[in-house]
């Protein structure tokens, strides 16, 4: 089985299309490709680490080691990035322990009268 995300990581503007992919719905295995050269160095340490066992991300008395694998790549800013968050969905996916859904984050900035103008570029 195989499941994909693309995914807009946000200020950044940079694209990530995600593929997980597993031949015994258990174990999945990442191909990303990515403009962003630190998502691109989280991508080698997928393939480093081998396998996801998808049954064992989700198991709340286990630690995941898709998180682990993403925290040793994506640090300071680089932390809030949606990529994690597809990664885990689209593993999900293809183990078969979630159904294909589209995921979202929109986000806003409101600022109170008299707090000053919003930052150029800012949706009013």
């Known amino acids: 089985m195989e499941a994909r995300a693309v995914i807009q990581g946000g ?3 940079f694209r990530t299309t995600a ?3 597993t031949e015994d719905a258990r174990h999945v295995h990442f191909a990303v490709g990515t403009d962003c ?3 691109a160095a989280l991508a080698t340490g997928l393939t480093e680490h081998g396998p996801f066992d998808a049954f064992d991300e989700i198991d709340p008395r286990t630690e995941g080691s ?3 694998v993403v925290h040793q790549h994506l640090q300071g800013c680089c932390s809030g990035c ?3 968050v597809g990664l885990f969905k689209v593993m999900q996916v293809a183990g078969g ?3 294909p859904q ?3 984050i929109a986000v806003s900035l409101d600022r109170a ?3 000053g103008p919003l930052p150029t570029g800012a949706p009013s």
Do not use: F, H, Q
């Open 97 to 99: 322990v979630a159904l």
């Open 19 to 21: 593929v997980a992919s």
């Open 82 to 84: 949606a990529v994690p």
């Open 66 to 68: 898709l998180m682990s």
């Open 37 to 39: 050269e630190k998502v």
């Open 113 to 115: 009268e008299g707090k």
């Open 11 to 13: 200020d950044c503007r």
């Open 102 to 104: 589209d995921i979202s």
